[in-house]
């Protein structure tokens, strides 16, 4: 017993926190940069005021669960990982009561807010309050042991075409632009999702904090950023998305510049939801004729990931390496007052060079459902 649950925690515990510890400094930085002790105390006492203001927190937590389900899935389709299955010959009982206690684990930081929300609600006596919080940190919890479970249990359950899409598929010709979009959103629905939440969730919440003190376009800018980086997962899947799925890409003869060309227009296609939150949430005190570098940098970033990603194969884990301290560096040198338009600059020279120099020398060594 002890055995599967310590293998269980060396492969997916451990590594979930290294894997995201990136992304769980970025978390602490703004939580705690931005907010004082008494702003944390003051915001869960509005969420526990009523259970429908309980559904923002819980609406976070919802998240995080589908960021843990990916790194789920994700370790579980990798090769030195697939004795994993063999638990599906465990006693079902058995094998529930595991992933349950692995579940936990990896939801550990949000089971902590948790407890903090529910000693807030206990100071006012609100015993409703502190089921509801029992109850909804409970919900994600099941969701991933039970999206594990059924992982192990059945590894490759196939993939149906339903009637309706095989319809529309031949009635409509299918652009280019939308081939991967397609593809991402049906192959990794909860990232898509769970991205595309997030990034614009950042986005309005920090557009809502020129609501209460007067800031500059620094901090709209550092939160556009972060929200700009959390799509860039979707960059490294389309280069793995041409290399494993559509390789006949690679080989007609296409013009580097033409394939840069595509990859930003389909680039503007996923990033439609996050500009149409800025153009929607920008805050009424910044002047309007910032919009566009702002747009243009958010665009940039995409093209410069892309283009480093040709440089060398790399895994998963070093790409969402190189995001944390390339937020870093915009973090900083925004605060040092570098316009946005600068970096857009750098960041469409250097990808545009990087790509045209090394796309015919890339070699690409990833296996197909592997995590690289």
């Known amino acids: 017993m002890s055995d599967i649950q310590g293998t269980l925690v060396k492969v997916l515990v451990k590594e979930f926190y290294r894997v995201n510890a990136g992304f769980f400094l970025i978390v602490i930085g703004l939580c705690f940069g931005f907010m004082r002790g008494s702003d944390h105390v003051a915001l869960a006492r509005y969420c526990t005021s009523s259970p429908f203001l309980l559904m923002i927190p819980f609406l976070v937590w919802l998240l ?117 979009p397609q593809w991402i959103a049906g192959r990794q629905p909860v990232l898509v999702i769970g991205t595309k939440i997030m990034a614009c969730l950042m986005i309005v919440a920090i557009s809502q904090l020129y609501r209460f003190d007067n800031y500059d376009e620094r901090l709209f800018t550092m939160g556009c950023a972060l929200s700009f980086s959390f799509n860039l997962i979707l960059v490294f899947h389309y280069q793995r998305f041409e290399n494993f799925h559509f390789q006949v890409m690679r080989s007609l003869p296409i013009t580097p510049l033409n394939r840069l060309y595509s990859f930003i227009m389909i680039w503007c296609v996923l990033l439609f939801p996050e500009i149409g939150t800025i153009l929607n949430y920008f805050p009424t005190n910044l002047s309007t004729f910032q919009l566009i570098p702002l747009v243009a940098f958010g665009l940039s970033t995409g093209i410069l990931a ?41 960041h469409l020279a250097l990808g545009t060079w990087s790509f045209q120099k090394n796309f015919y020398r890339f070699e690409f060594n990833a296996e197909i459902g592997s995590e690289k």
């Open 64 to 180: 995080y669960s589908f960021q843990v389900i990916s790194f789920n899935s994700l370790s579980i389709r990798k090769k030195e990982n697939e004795f994993l299955l063999a638990l599906g010959a465990l006693p079902p009982s058995k094998i529930r009561f595991h992933l349950f206690a692995t579940s936990l684990r990896q939801f550990l930081p949000a089971i902590a807010y948790a407890i903090f929300l529910m000693v807030i609600a206990s100071r006012s006596q609100n015993l409703i309050i502190i089921i509801w919080i029992a109850g909804l940190i409970l919900i994600p919890s099941f969701f991933i042991s039970i999206s594990l479970y059924r992982k192990i249990i059945h590894p490759d359950p196939g993939v149906a075409v339903s009637f309706l899409q095989r319809k529309m598929n031949t009635l409509f010709s299918k652009p280019y632009l939308l081939f991967y």
């Open 306 to 346: 892309y283009g480093l990603l040709f440089v060398k194969d790399i895994t998963l884990e070093s790409f969402t390496q190189f995001v944390f301290w390339i937020c870093l560096v915009w973090i900083v040198t925004i605060l040092f007052k570098i316009p946005a338009a600068v970096l857009t600059t750098i």
